[in-house]
């Protein structure tokens, strides 16, 4: 059960046999990638204890301030999963998105007769009856949006003689209502996708619930027999054995990529493609 932060904090000085059982800056690292809670949380508002002396686990209650100045209680579990769909800054506080949001009033419905209790998910039709692993050209992928994201596939598309084109993989087990993933770049001779994750402009992205589904298409990628790499920027974590953590993409942060894809499938055969 969830406790005050203040009751919390002298349990763990007595189970730890110290006045600081959490130094400060102990977690930055993890709490770094949520700016939007950085902002929020304000120490003297919870015993004077930093957010960086609390793990993310920790089943406490702290108080938290919007940037529009509404109060609210959550665990720190509870205020990093918030980000879901919605792409809005009021993601980050449960009083803004209710007010982002405010309930239809809808006409009373007549009582069903019968339902089911869950309905059988519908796989989208239109993608290809290709050999899993295949890569292809989907009508179901969305464009990409990011400037950073085309700088980096044309700089590396210039350095590797790899085909260009594709941006789906065939999968054998369905990706939300598919039967392929859409990575930021294929390089399809290699094998390996390339992913290029950052915090977003309101630091939704990449975090909280997209983290795990960002971790379900990299078991599903594998699952295919594509390996992943991702770049990770704006102090996000890394997601798997392969994943890069960048401040910015540069010539350097393209040499690091590089030689990542020499050790995932061997200099000989990533050195035949580099230009």
Avoid at 7 to 23: A, E, K, L
Avoid at 69 to 77: E, K, Q
Wanted: include cysteine.
């Amino acid at each position: 059960m969830a406790e005050r932060i203040e009751d919390w904090w002298r349990r763990r000085q007595f189970s730890r046999g110290t006045d600081v059982p959490y130094p400060v800056g102990t977690y930055r690292e993890v709490w770094a990638p949520y700016p939007a809670l950085i902002r929020q949380y304000y120490p003297d508002r919870n015993a004077g204890i930093m957010l960086t002396q609390i793990p993310p686990a920790a089943d406490v209650l702290l108080l938290w301030t919007c940037d529009a100045g509404h109060v609210f209680v959550a665990t720190p579990s509870e205020q990093r999963m918030r980000p879901g769909r919605e792409r809005r800054r009021s993601a980050w506080c449960p009083d803004c998105a209710a007010l982002a949001q405010p309930p239809r009033i809808r006409r009373p419905e007549p009582a069903p007769v019968s339902r089911p209790t869950k309905p059988t998910p519908v796989l989208c039709r239109k993608t290809p009856n290709l050999p899993v692993g295949e890569p292809f050209v989907s009508v179901c992928a969305p464009k990409p949006a990011s400037a950073v994201e085309a700088q980096l596939r044309a700089d590396l598309f210039g350095r590797l003689a790899v085909t260009p084109g594709y941006n789906a993989v065939r999968t054998s087990r369905p990706f939300f209502e598919h039967l392929e993933v859409w990575p930021d770049i294929l390089l399809p001779e290699l094998r390996i996708a390339i992913e290029y994750d950052s915090t977003g402009r309101h630091g939704l992205e990449h975090v909280g619930k997209r983290e795990a589904a960002d971790r379900r298409k990299d078991r599903v990628l594998r699952a295919a027999h594509w390996e992943v790499v991702r770049i990770r920027t704006g102090k996000l974590e890394k997601l798997g054995p392969h994943d890069l953590q960048l401040s910015s993409m540069n010539a350097r942060g393209l040499d690091r990529l590089i030689d990542e894809l020499r050790a995932i499938r061997g200099s000989v055969l990533v050195d035949a493609y580099v230009n």
